[in-house]
């Protein structure tokens, strides 16, 4: 009896110590970046791969408005605001196009963006090459108007949708 119990109080130690998607209602998916609007007329500039392996996207021909959000499957709090993203995503009413920074391979962050149920496009940066663009730490959230300029740099994690529906509609001007 006493190895029983043993087996069962290890078998749900064991499992309560993986991640908690409960949050996650499906799987996300590589998204081709075709669908990410751009400035047909901007042509050089920081050109990034799709996580998808198939496209490149000049970075300064991203038309908003649009949210540009950094992060890495290496870090934590990037995790902690993907619902957030998620609930935004949902809304179908912003562009979100995604940052993988300084991954090792793309067949990492292809994963993260399975299990974090993450369904839009993101761009691979596997040489941090942006981080004089957007900054050396993760996760960072730009804001992009109409007219593709930054009007906002959001340092850090989103702290909750509130915080992230309030500055789209703050910044973009979207009402959610």
Same mark, same amino acid.
């Given at each position: 009896?006493?190895?029983?119990?043993?087996?069962?109080?290890?078998?749900? #130690?064991l499992t309560s110590?993986?991640?908690?998607?409960?949050?996650?209602?499906?799987?996300?998916?590589?998204?081709?970046?075709?669908?990410? +609007?751009?400035?047909?007329?901007?042509?050089?500039?920081?050109?990034?791969?799709?996580?998808?392996?198939?496209?490149?996207? @000049?970075?300064?021909?991203?038309?908003?408005?649009?949210?540009?959000?950094? *992060?890495?499957? *290496?870090?934590?709090?990037?995790?902690?605001?993907?619902?957030?993203?998620?609930?935004?995503?949902?809304?179908?009413? !912003?562009?979100?196009?995604?940052?993988? @920074?300084?991954?090792?391979?793309?067949?990492?962050?292809?994963?993260?963006v399975v299990d974090?149920?993450?369904? *839009?496009?993101?761009?691979?940066?596997? +040489?941090?090459?942006?981080?004089?663009?957007?900054?050396?730490? !993760?996760?960072?959230?730009?804001?992009?108007?109409? +007219?593709? +300029? @930054?009007?906002?740099?959001?340092?850090?994690?989103?702290?909750?949708?509130?915080?992230?529906?309030?500055? @789209?509609?703050?910044?973009?001007?979207?009402? #959610?």
């Amino acid at each position: 009896m006493k190895v029983i119990a043993a087996l069962l109080i290890s078998t749900f #130690l064991l499992t309560s110590c993986g991640s908690d998607n409960s949050t996650i209602s499906s799987p996300g998916e590589v998204i081709s970046c075709s669908s990410i +609007e751009t400035d047909p007329n901007i042509i050089s500039g920081t050109t990034l791969e799709c996580l998808d392996g198939n496209s490149k996207v @000049v970075l300064e021909a991203i038309k908003g408005p649009a949210i540009i959000n950094v *992060w890495g499957s *290496w870090c934590a709090p990037c995790r902690e605001e993907m619902p957030f993203l998620r609930e935004l995503a949902a809304t179908g009413k !912003v562009q979100i196009i995604g940052i993988d @920074v300084e991954e090792p391979n793309m067949e990492k962050g292809r994963k993260f963006v399975v299990d974090q149920g993450i369904t *839009w496009p993101n761009l691979y940066d596997r +040489e941090g090459s942006t981080k004089s663009t957007f900054g050396p730490g !993760v996760p960072i959230t730009w804001y992009i108007n109409s +007219e593709g +300029e @930054v009007i906002y740099k959001h340092i850090g994690v989103l702290k909750s949708k509130d915080e992230l529906f309030s500055d @789209v509609a703050k910044y973009l001007g979207v009402k #959610l």
